[in-house]
């Protein structure tokens, strides 16, 4: 079995009707994919720890999904992004670490979320979108 992947993808956001705009428009936010190794860094489930708050001997998981490390580990650019600042300076936001500086709760979380499922895998050879 032959499978196409592609090394890197970006994520048009659906935030705040982003994903109507015009494509020269749209915000787009570049990353690679997570390797294996990667995905079992920032997406695991702990070590089972016994219940000791009740007194029981039940085990406890708790699973982990780190979003925001694994945004922070593959973007690569961010596009058409900006904020004006109490100045009326414009601030162009290129990069993830800038985007998590300033506060864009549901932006990070739904891109978090694409990251989360985000597939190399290419589906068809009509299947060109890069976007989730």
Not at 19 to 37: E, V
Not at 47 to 67: E, M
Not at 119 to 125: E, G, L, N
């Given at each position: 079995?032959?499978?196409n992947?592609?090394?890197?993808?970006v994520?048009?956001p659906k935030?705040?009707g982003n994903?109507?705009?015009s494509?020269?428009d749209?915000i787009?936010i570049h990353?690679?994919?997570?390797?294996?190794d990667?995905?079992?860094d920032?997406?695991?489930?702990?070590?089972a720890?016994?219940?000791q708050?009740?007194?029981?001997?039940?085990?406890?998981r708790?699973?982990v999904?780190d979003?925001?490390?694994i945004?922070k580990?593959?973007?690569?650019?961010?596009e058409n992004?900006?904020?004006?600042?109490?100045n009326?300076?414009?601030?162009?936001?290129?990069?993830?670490?800038?985007?998590?500086?300033?506060?864009?709760?549901?932006?990070t979380?739904?891109?978090?979320?694409?990251l989360?499922?985000?597939?190399?895998?290419v589906?068809?050879?009509?299947?060109?979108?890069p976007?989730?």
């Amino acid at each position: 079995m032959e499978v196409n992947v592609r090394k890197n993808g970006v994520y048009v956001p659906k935030w705040r009707g982003n994903d109507k705009l015009s494509a020269k428009d749209q915000i787009k936010i570049h990353h690679r994919f997570l390797t294996s190794d990667e995905r079992d860094d920032y997406i695991y489930l702990e070590d089972a720890t016994v219940g000791q708050l009740t007194g029981g001997d039940a085990l406890n998981r708790k699973y982990v999904q780190d979003g925001k490390g694994i945004a922070k580990l593959v973007t690569t650019k961010i596009e058409n992004l900006s904020i004006k600042d109490e100045n009326g300076e414009k601030i162009n936001i290129e990069d993830i670490d800038t985007l998590y500086q300033y506060s864009f709760p549901l932006l990070t979380a739904e891109y978090e979320m694409y990251l989360l499922n985000a597939s190399q895998v290419v589906d068809s050879k009509n299947d060109e979108s890069p976007s989730g």
